[in-house]
């Protein structure tokens, strides 16, 4: 019997999950909240009153929000006529340390005079990215002006825009650091007010750390601030007083768990175990001289655990030093799914947990004809570029391909942070976009990962001139498989090394040609990234790609813009005891064995409305039950899917 209250932890659990999976998106999903009454915004891009001096020039970072205006020269001007009692900038990002090319750090500063009369100096290189420039000013209109001026002979502003502000408006000013701080670029600030979203911007200056925002004159203010790859924090309530800079203390930002890998060589995130229930797989960790307790596997539904005990025989002549290695048997039961791995050792002066978090995948069986998902080149190197992946994982996690292969990646933080909710294997590689320092997080730059058996899945994250020899290495380990699959970085590989490993697919996000084509002298399948602003859906059948291109166009990927609501996307609600998925697919292409997934209370046995029960999960305490529903997804439909009890 299901009981209102039971109806009410699991209405909670599924708000729980959504802000789980869903929260990082969730202001750029949600139409941005109106500007606060009164304020008016002055693009310095687009806005036609904005007189420019000098050798100003428009720049938008890769996929970045929006375009702003940057100077490198020692005196350019801005003139901004405007109507109001004060007036406020928003400066654009500093760049972006992953790219080359991007232009230098803004070093210079901001001389900003009102009606002819210096209001501020703002200096780039440590400033919050907004600013209250003049405040108390005589009611009608005004002139400001910004002079770009060097400081110590080094320049560089960027400036997004200005706020005609009413006189009732202040400013909140912090400095946000973390851990893995080298590869924290920027976040997202979510201020709240009671129960009130007043805005939803990104904010950091990289070099510095300070955040700034502005926000009009009130109380009870709260700020969570939201980092892809780092644990989202929120502060107390604060006030904020007319023309009054409000300083805030922020805790330190953690990693995300999902996202630390500790004392392990393999499995681990881009080179993961593919198992089925009931086989084994070897684990390489950091073992010393300690005696090893225990080997688990777990994994999360909302706030619940899923995790088994493994059994484990240890291989002696693998140790080498440090290393250890254990041969890993999972036991029959095991639930489908992602599992982060855990070895506890105790005694040496070692007592730890060595910790590979979402490295090894259970599944029932073996695929025959496998489904990919892929994408290329999507610049993910902050938050906001980090949002728009995370709406990507959430589709992907609805269409549920067998494995992810993402090309030519950038920032590694945000990256494994957002990749953490998808329910698929993946796999990743770097290019020449890349930060340095990604192979704490994805490892070497060629790697291969079983499939199945018969499938192997090479990364290869070099271009081709650094020759095939490790590639062909990795390939002859496994001598019975049927054919192989590469996700490269370039794809020109040499057509005698994908004739001699039976390459049916090598997925790419660089190279000349057609971005979808058998590759001459071989029965390769090339399936390369067409733009930033897209996906694919590879499908094999016998051994060959059936398809890779959307709405019959011979190469056109799945378009999906930065600004665009997900076109394949479900709503959860929960009325009575019924759990009803609202599916909504725009796209013209149907999506076969899609998954939905519920959380529901566990005492009940339930039933789907359309589909099939694909798996039934416990969470260990036996308290919530995951139910994963497989439909077929028409193309260009929206039709609910509900679950309700037997």
Same mark, same amino acid.
């Given at each position: 019997?299901?009981?209102?209250?039971?109806?009410?932890?699991?209405?909670?659990?599924?708000?729980?999950?959504?802000?789980?999976?869903?929260?990082?998106?969730?202001?750029?999903?949600?139409?941005?909240? @109106?500007?606060?009454?009164?304020?008016?915004?002055?693009?310095?891009?687009?806005?036609?009153?904005? /007189?420019?001096?000098?050798?100003?020039?428009?720049?938008?970072?890769?996929?970045?929000? &929006?375009?702003?205006?940057?100077?490198?020269?020692?005196?350019?001007?801005? +003139?901004?006529?405007? @109507?109001?009692?004060?007036?406020?900038?928003?400066?654009?990002?500093?760049?972006?340390?992953?790219?080359?090319?991007?232009?230098?750090?803004?070093?210079?500063?901001?001389?900003?005079?009102?009606?002819?009369?210096?209001?501020?100096?703002?200096?780039?290189?440590?400033?919050?990215?907004?600013?209250?420039?003049?405040?108390?000013?005589?009611?009608?209109?005004?002139?400001?002006?910004?002079?770009?001026?060097?400081?110590?002979?080094?320049?560089?502003?960027?400036?997004?825009?200005?706020?005609?502000?009413?006189?009732?408006?202040?400013?909140?000013?912090?400095?946000?650091?973390?851990?893995?701080?080298?590869?924290?670029?920027?976040?997202?600030?979510?201020?709240?007010?009671?129960?009130?979203?007043?805005?939803?911007?990104?904010? !950091?200056?990289?070099?510095?750390?300070?955040?700034?925002?502005?926000?009009?004159?009130?109380?009870?203010?709260?700020?969570?601030?939201?980092?892809?790859?780092?644990?989202?924090?929120? +502060?107390?309530?604060?006030?904020?007083?007319?023309?009054?800079?409000?300083?805030?203390?922020?805790?330190?930002?953690?990693?995300?768990?999902?996202?630390?890998?500790?004392?392990?060589?393999?499995?681990?995130?881009?080179?993961?175990?593919?198992?089925?229930?009931?086989? @084994?797989? !070897?684990?390489?960790?950091?073992?010393?001289?300690?005696?090893?307790?225990?080997?688990?596997?777990?994994?999360?539904?909302?706030?619940?655990?899923?995790?088994?005990?493994?059994?484990?025989?240890?291989?002696?002549?693998?140790?080498?030093?440090?290393?250890?290695?254990?041969?890993?048997?999972?036991?029959?039961?095991?639930?489908?799914?992602?599992?982060?791995?855990?070895?506890?050792?105790?005694?040496?002066?070692?007592?730890?947990? &060595?910790?590979?978090?979402?490295?090894?995948?259970?599944?029932?069986?073996?695929?025959?004809?496998?489904?990919?998902?892929?994408?290329?080149?999507?610049?993910?190197?902050?938050?906001?570029?980090?949002?728009?992946?995370?709406?990507?994982?959430?589709?992907?996690?609805?269409?549920?391909?067998?494995?992810?292969?993402?090309?030519?990646?950038?920032?590694?933080?945000?990256?494994?942070? +957002?990749?953490?909710?998808?329910?698929?294997?993946?796999?990743?590689?770097?290019?020449?976009?890349?930060?340095?320092?990604?192979?704490?997080?994805?490892?070497?730059?060629?790697?291969?990962?079983?499939?199945?058996?018969?499938?192997?899945?090479?990364?290869?994250?070099?271009?081709?001139?650094?020759?095939?020899?490790?590639?062909?290495?990795?390939?002859?380990?496994?001598?019975?498989?049927?054919?192989?699959?590469?996700?490269?970085?370039?794809?020109?590989?040499?057509?005698?090394?994908?004739?001699?490993?039976?390459?049916?697919?090598?997925?790419?996000?660089?190279?000349?040609?057609?971005?979808?084509?058998?590759?001459?002298?071989?029965?390769?399948?090339?399936?390369?990234?067409?733009?930033?602003?897209?996906?694919?859906?590879?499908?094999?059948?016998?051994?060959?790609?059936?398809?890779?291109?959307?709405?019959?166009?011979?190469?056109?990927?799945?378009?999906?813009?930065?600004?665009?609501?997900?076109?394949?996307?479900?709503?959860?609600?929960?009325?009575?005891?019924?759990?009803?998925?609202?599916?909504?697919?725009?796209? /013209?292409?149907?999506?076969?064995?899609?998954?939905?997934?519920?959380?529901?209370?566990?005492?009940?046995?339930?039933?789907?409305?359309?589909?099939?029960?694909?798996?039934?999960?416990?969470?260990?305490? /036996?308290?919530? /039950?995951?139910?994963?529903?497989?439909?077929?997804?028409?193309?260009? +439909?929206?039709?609910?899917?509900?679950?309700?009890?037997?």
């Amino acid at each position: 019997m299901i009981t209102k209250l039971s109806l009410l932890i699991a209405s909670l659990t599924i708000v729980a999950l959504t802000a789980l999976l869903a929260h990082p998106i969730i202001a750029a999903e949600r139409p941005a909240p @109106s500007t606060p009454t009164a304020w008016s915004w002055i693009s310095a891009t687009t806005g036609d009153s904005v /007189k420019k001096t000098g050798s100003w020039q428009h720049d938008q970072f890769r996929n970045a929000r &929006a375009a702003h205006l940057k100077s490198y020269h020692d005196g350019d001007e801005l +003139t901004i006529p405007f @109507s109001g009692t004060a007036i406020g900038i928003r400066l654009a990002g500093q760049n972006t340390p992953e790219y080359l090319g991007q232009g230098d750090a803004s070093q210079g500063q901001l001389v900003c005079s009102i009606d002819d009369t210096v209001a501020k100096t703002i200096a780039c290189t440590h400033a919050g990215r907004e600013h209250i420039l003049a405040h108390g000013l005589k009611p009608g209109d005004h002139i400001l002006r910004i002079r770009h001026a060097a400081v110590n002979n080094q320049t560089g502003c960027r400036i997004d825009g200005f706020w005609a502000l009413p006189a009732a408006t202040g400013s909140v000013t912090f400095q946000l650091t973390g851990e893995r701080s080298q590869f924290l670029t920027d976040c997202r600030l979510i201020i709240v007010q009671g129960d009130k979203i007043i805005r939803s911007t990104i904010s !950091r200056n990289w070099i510095s750390g300070t955040c700034s925002v502005l926000l009009p004159a009130g109380t009870n203010y709260r700020i969570t601030i939201q980092a892809s790859g780092w644990q989202t924090v929120s +502060t107390s309530a604060f006030d904020i007083t007319a023309n009054t800079q409000t300083t805030l203390a922020i805790p330190f930002l953690n990693r995300a768990v999902s996202t630390i890998p500790y004392h392990f060589r393999y499995p681990s995130i881009n080179n993961q175990a593919i198992r089925t229930r009931g086989s @084994s797989f !070897r684990a390489r960790f950091l073992g010393f001289t300690a005696t090893i307790k225990t080997v688990r596997i777990k994994r999360e539904i909302g706030n619940k655990t899923i995790s088994r005990l493994l059994a484990f025989r240890e291989l002696s002549d693998r140790a080498d030093y440090y290393d250890r290695e254990l041969e890993v048997m999972i036991p029959a039961d095991t639930p489908g799914g992602i599992y982060d791995l855990e070895i506890a050792i105790e005694g040496s002066g070692r007592t730890s947990v &060595a910790k590979s978090p979402r490295s090894v995948a259970i599944i029932a069986n073996y695929t025959q004809n496998p489904r990919f998902v892929s994408w290329g080149h999507l610049d993910t190197s902050g938050q906001y570029q980090a949002e728009y992946l995370q709406r990507l994982c959430t589709m992907v996690n609805i269409i549920a391909p067998d494995m992810v292969l993402a090309s030519n990646c950038v920032n590694p933080a945000y990256i494994s942070g +957002t990749m953490a909710s998808l329910r698929s294997p993946y796999m990743v590689n770097f290019g020449n976009h890349q930060m340095p320092g990604h192979k704490h997080w994805y490892g070497a730059d060629i790697q291969i990962v079983p499939l199945t058996p018969k499938i192997n899945v090479l990364n290869y994250a070099l271009p081709w001139f650094h020759g095939t020899e490790a590639a062909s290495g990795l390939f002859n380990r496994y001598p019975d498989s049927t054919y192989n699959i590469i996700n490269g970085f370039e794809s020109n590989a040499p057509i005698e090394f994908l004739n001699q490993h039976t390459v049916r697919l090598i997925h790419d996000a660089h190279g000349l040609g057609s971005k979808a084509m058998i590759i001459d002298g071989t029965q390769t399948q090339r399936v390369g990234k067409t733009n930033s602003n897209s996906f694919r859906v590879i499908q094999f059948k016998d051994g060959k790609v059936e398809s890779c291109t959307y709405n019959d166009h011979p190469t056109a990927a799945i378009p999906f813009t930065r600004t665009q609501v997900m076109p394949l996307r479900v709503k959860q609600t929960v009325a009575d005891v019924t759990y009803t998925a609202t599916v909504t697919n725009e796209l /013209k292409m149907d999506f076969k064995d899609a998954t939905i997934r519920f959380l529901v209370p566990a005492e009940q046995t339930y039933q789907p409305s359309a589909g099939k029960i694909k798996s039934t999960t416990l969470s260990d305490d /036996k308290s919530l /039950k995951e139910i994963v529903v497989s439909i077929n997804i028409p193309r260009e +439909t929206t039709f609910p899917l509900n679950l309700s009890p037997n």
